[in-house]
Nanobody, 127 residues
Framework: QVQLVESGGGLVQPGGSLRLSCTASGFTLDYYAIGWFRQAPGKEREGFSCISSSAEVTYYADSVKGRFTISRDNAKNTVYLQMNDLKPEDTAVYYC????????????????????WGKGTLVTVSS
C-alpha cells in the first residue's frame, strides 16, 4: 500500500524551530519529486517548497525563504523540512506530496498524483 506520512508537527513558540518528516512506505522515494504544502484555517492550500528527485533542484516561496530548508535522505525514504524562526502565520496543517513524472519540482498541487499525498501534520506557532 502506497503511503506518505508526515510527522514532527506540534506547538512551538514564535522564533522556535521544528523539523517535519515525510516518510514513504510501499514505494521508493528515490525517483520522486516531493512538494510541501500547507493549509491554514479558512485559507487555500499553499505550496511553498519542493525538491527534485536528485535533490539538485529546490524551491522556496518568498514566505519561507531563508527560514525553511528542504532536504532528502533516500536511504531513509524520507524528505525533511527544517523550519526555523517560526511565525504565527506559519500555523497550518502541513502536507507532503510525491510525483514521479517530474524531472524538477513544483509547488502547484495539481501536478502531484492524488494517490501520493500524506494526511498532514499540524503546526501551531503561538506564545
Amino acid at each position: 500500500q502506497v503511503q506518505l506520512v508526515e510527522s514532527g508537527g506540534g506547538l512551538v513558540q514564535p522564533g522556535g524551530s521544528l523539523r517535519l518528516s515525510c516518510t514513504a512506505s510501499g514505494f521508493t522515494l528515490d525517483y520522486y519529486a516531493i512538494g510541501w504544502f500547507r493549509q491554514a484555517p479558512g485559507k487555500e492550500r499553499e505550496g511553498f517548497s519542493c525538491i527534485s528527485s536528485s535533490a539538485e533542484v529546490t524551491y522556496y516561496a518568498d514566505s519561507v525563504k531563508g527560514r525553511f530548508t528542504i532536504s532528502r535522505d533516500n536511504a531513509k525514504n524520507t524528505v525533511y523540512l527544517q523550519m526555523n524562526d517560526l511565525k504565527p502565520e506559519d500555523t497550518a496543517v502541513y502536507y507532503c506530496a510525491a510525483e514521479r513524472k517530474m524531472p524538477y519540482c513544483t509547488v502547484v498541487p495539481k501536478y502531484y498524483d492524488t494517490d501520493y499525498w500524506g494526511k498532514g501534520t499540524l503546526v501551531t506557532v503561538s506564545s
